[in-house]
Structures are given as structure tokens and as C-alpha cells.
T-cell receptor, first 117, second 114 residues
Framework: AQTVTQSQPEMSVQEAETVTLSCTYDTSESDYYLFWYKQPPSRQMILVIRQEAYKQQNATENRFSVNFQKAAKSFSLKISDSQLGDAAMYFCAYRSPGGRGAQKLVFGQGTRLTINP | KAGVTQTPRYLIKTRGQQVTLSCSPISGHRSVSWYQQTPGQGLQFLFEYFSETQRNKGNFPGRFSGRQFSNSRSEMNVSTLELGDSALYLC?????????????FGQGTRLTVV
């Protein structure tokens, strides 16, 4: 079974600075997807960024980028130029490739990110 | 395009009662998954439905059940409620399993069992 671990329960950063959230996972599969989701106080899970394991290039979405290290099974999220609206709970998630329980997401415990003005 | 709609948003029930939660997926999405979120256990997968069939089930007791209708709307039911069932229940919809698509989440139903 796959597991996802986020070792930082809480992180804080000054507005406009950069912060990195850590995530490690365990799997015996060679092909899979990794995600970072954001959950603000409204409780709705919002997809921040995704990474396909077969792609060597790290995914980026505006101020959000990942450092995907497949051999080390590490998937960290870097937020640049942090904004007050980035304050939320961040979850790292794993999903097997399509066709086998395809939509089941395995989540880490989450990291609560605080942005200090 | 309307997002994933979960009803009700809040619910208070008494131990021993049963409850039904509803999820309407994004139009055109045919796969619906349910998750339970608690402070202690985090986010845990409950089950996934596609074409009115349960495709995958998490490690939850038989008191937790669900179904999907022909219009892709899904319901989950919890019978004989226990205090530990208090949680945020999240529903996610996606186009279909087997495709490289993302899951979109609703805002959840906050269930409190007293």
C-alpha cells in the first residue's frame, strides 16, 4: 500500500518570501501521479499542482513549483513570493495510474502554512 | 460551470441514528469519490463510484455505504452513528477512471455526532 508523509505539521513565512513544504512517499509502482492540494478555511480542496512520475521535468504553476526526486521518493512544494492568500492547509497526495482504483487519492497529514504580513 | 455540490453543509445527529449525505458532481463527470477528514486520522478514502458501480472501497466498517444514480449524483449513508464518525466528509468528482484527469472537490459536509 502507498503511504504519504508530511513531516512538517506547521510552517510560517514572511509575506513575499519563499517557503518549501516537504513530502515523501512510499510506493512500489513505477508510474503514478503526485499532487499538492490547498485547503483554506472554506474547507474546499483546491489543486495547486500535479506531477506525473514519468516526467523528469519538475512541474510549475506560476509561483508554485515542485522538486520531484523519484529515486528518493520526495516531492516538495516551493511557494515563491508568498501572499496572504496562500495561508492554508497543504496536502500532498498520491494517486495510482488510471485503470486500477484510478481516482483513489492517498493523502499526507498536511502542513499548516501561515503567512506573516 | 457549476462545481461539485455537497448537501447539507452542516449536520448534527445523535448516536445511533443514520445519516445520508449527497454529492452532485460537475456536469459531465461520471466518477465520484468520498473521503472522511478528521483531525486524528486525516483524509481517508471511503469509496469510489463510476456508472452506478462501486469500483473501490477504503477500510471502513460496513456501516458506511454509498450509491450512485444514473445522473452520476452520489449519496453516502452512515448507519448506527458513533461519536467517532464526527468528521468533514468530502466528495470529489472526475471525468472517469482510467483517464488522466484531476479530481475536483466539493466544500464538504460537516457531520457532528452527539
Amino acid at each position: 500500500a502507498q503511504t504519504v508523509t508530511q513531516s512538517q505539521p506547521e510552517m510560517s513565512v514572511q509575506e513575499a518570501e519563499t517557503v518549501t513544504l516537504s513530502c515523501t512517499y512510499d510506493t512500489s509502482e513505477s508510474d503514478y501521479y503526485l499532487f499538492w492540494y490547498k485547503q483554506p478555511p472554506s474547507r474546499q480542496m483546491i489543486l495547486v499542482i500535479r506531477q506525473e512520475a514519468y516526467k523528469q521535468q519538475n512541474a510549475t504553476e506560476n509561483r508554485f513549483s515542485v522538486n520531484f526526486q523519484k529515486a528518493a521518493k520526495s516531492f516538495s512544494l516551493k511557494i515563491s513570493d508568498s501572499q496572504l492568500g496562500d495561508a492554508a492547509m497543504y496536502f500532498c497526495a498520491y494517486r495510482s495510474p488510471g485503470g486500477r482504483g484510478a481516482q483513489k487519492l492517498v493523502f499526507g497529514q498536511g502542513t499548516r502554512l501561515t503567512i506573516n504580513p | 460551470k457549476a462545481g461539485v455540490t455537497q448537501t447539507p453543509r452542516y449536520l448534527i445527529k445523535t448516536r445511533g441514528q443514520q445519516v445520508t449525505l449527497s454529492c452532485s458532481p460537475i456536469s459531465g463527470h461520471r466518477s465520484v469519490s468520498w473521503y472522511q477528514q478528521t483531525p486524528g486520522q486525516g483524509l481517508q478514502f471511503l469509496f469510489e463510484y463510476f456508472s452506478e458501480t462501486q469500483r473501490n472501497k477504503g477500510n471502513f466498517p460496513g456501516r458506511f455505504s454509498g450509491r450512485q444514480f444514473s445522473n452520476s449524483r452520489s449519496e453516502m449513508n452512515v448507519s448506527t452513528l458513533e461519536l467517532g464518525d464526527s468528521a468533514l466528509y468530502l466528495c470529489a468528482s472526475s471525468l472517469a477512471p482510467g483517464l488522466d484527469t484531476e479530481a475536483f472537490f466539493g466544500q464538504g459536509t460537516r457531520l457532528t455526532v452527539v
